[in-house]
């Protein structure tokens, strides 16, 4: 996954578990594509200062994902969901094999969350 990708989708996910000063800071730099001298600036703190925070932040969403897997639930939903969308698309393979298929995932999916 991307790096950014991977950044907004922690933040969309475990973002309310930062502070308020670290949520802005953060969604200025991964969001707003802020640099860290505009960062400091608007928040009145170091340049250093406002790396070392987004260095913090994305080690503390990463600890939250190692613990909660939610990023990576939802990406294997949604490969599984992108599976079942082409499935249903198909009229090459045999109406009964898509089917098993289409009810083998969402099961999967039911069971996952």
């Known amino acids: 996954m ?3 990708l ?8 475990y973002g309310e578990l930062l502070t308020e000063h670290q949520q802005r800071v953060y969604e200025d ?8 001298s505009e960062i400091a600036g608007e928040q009145g703190i170091s340049r250093q200062g406002v790396h070392d925070l987004i260095k913090r932040c994305d080690r ?3 600890d939250y ?22 499935l ?16 083998e995932l969402s ?3 039911l069971k996952e969350w």
Do not use: C, W
């Not at 991977?6 to 996910?13: T, V």
């Not at 730099?29 to 860290?36: E, F, P, Q, R």
């Open 2 to 4: 991307d790096r950014i």
């Open 29 to 36: 730099a991964v969001y707003n594509d802020m640099s860290l």
């Open 65 to 86: 994902e190692s613990k909660l897997h939610l990023v990576e639930r939802f990406m294997a939903a949604k490969e599984k969901i992108g599976e079942i969308e082409q």
């Open 107 to 109: 099961r999967s999916l």
């Open 60 to 62: 503390i969403l990463q």
């Open 88 to 103: 249903t698309a198909e009229d090459t393979t045999d109406p009964e094999e898509r089917m098993r298929r289409i009810r």
């Open 6 to 13: 991977e950044q907004n989708l922690l933040y969309d996910f």
